[in-house]
């Protein structure tokens, strides 16, 4: 049997081919159509924007949907104006959450990876913690491995020669792929890590199909 790519992070979730988690922003959580695998979180760029507390209240709703599958993207960025103080609270109102329901974390992190790394040091959560877009330097990507956190490489990652030695610095059993909100395809995504990572392509899809099955379970396989 041909086993499907898996797209761990999408903002349009439109490929048959693949396995897809779509991207749900709180906020738009009531009037989504949601009848394929999903995730959702209070992003730190919206804080100010949206009711924080409602959306808070809206994703632990809809965490016990089962095609709900991990909580985010959520996270910390310190480029923003946003107060760090409140982006702190609502991840950890979020990371509660997660605890909750048992389900992982798609994060979004810019510049505040040991602010996350004592988030999950405080948190002692045994849940995975998956870093989306990732791009982090080769200290930071060491750091993050010791911390047991998975890792979603997008176009970003991929298309910058200077980063690969990072992509593969990654151990392949806490990796993922993903399109994010970019043009290039999941296929394509694919292709480019295996020229990176220098493997063949089925072998690139085994290891993050057996990935997702160990975090997700195998009901979308």
Request: glycine share 4%; net charge negative.
């Amino acid at each position: 049997m041909i086993m499907k790519i898996i797209d761990i992070h999408t903002h349009r979730a439109n490929d048959a081919l693949s396995i897809q988690i779509l991207n749900v922003f709180a906020q738009n959580l009531p009037d989504a159509e949601l009848n394929s695998p999903f995730s959702a979180g209070l992003h730190p760029w919206d804080i100010d924007l949206v009711n924080p507390e409602e959306c808070i209240k809206t994703i632990e709703r809809f965490a016990a949907q089962k095609n709900m599958l991990a909580i985010g993207e959520c996270g910390l960025d310190r480029i923003i104006s946003m107060d760090f103080a409140l982006q702190e609270r609502y991840f950890r109102q979020q990371i509660e959450i997660a605890e909750k329901f048992r389900k992982p974390l798609i994060i979004h992190c810019v510049r505040a990876y040991s602010d996350l790394m004592k988030f999950k040091k405080a948190s002692k959560s045994d849940l995975p913690w998956i870093i989306h877009g990732y791009a982090g330097n080769l200290d930071i990507t060491q750091s993050l491995i010791r911390h047991n956190f998975y890792f979603s490489a997008g176009e970003r990652l991929l298309k910058d020669s200077r980063k690969h030695d990072v992509l593969r610095a990654i151990p392949p059993d806490r990796l993922f792929l993903e399109t994010d909100d970019g043009d290039t395809s999941i296929a394509e995504i694919y292709s480019l890590a295996a020229q990176v990572l220098n493997i063949d392509q089925e072998t690139l899809t085994q290891f993050i199909t057996d990935n997702f099955k160990r975090i997700f379970g195998n009901v979308y396989l």
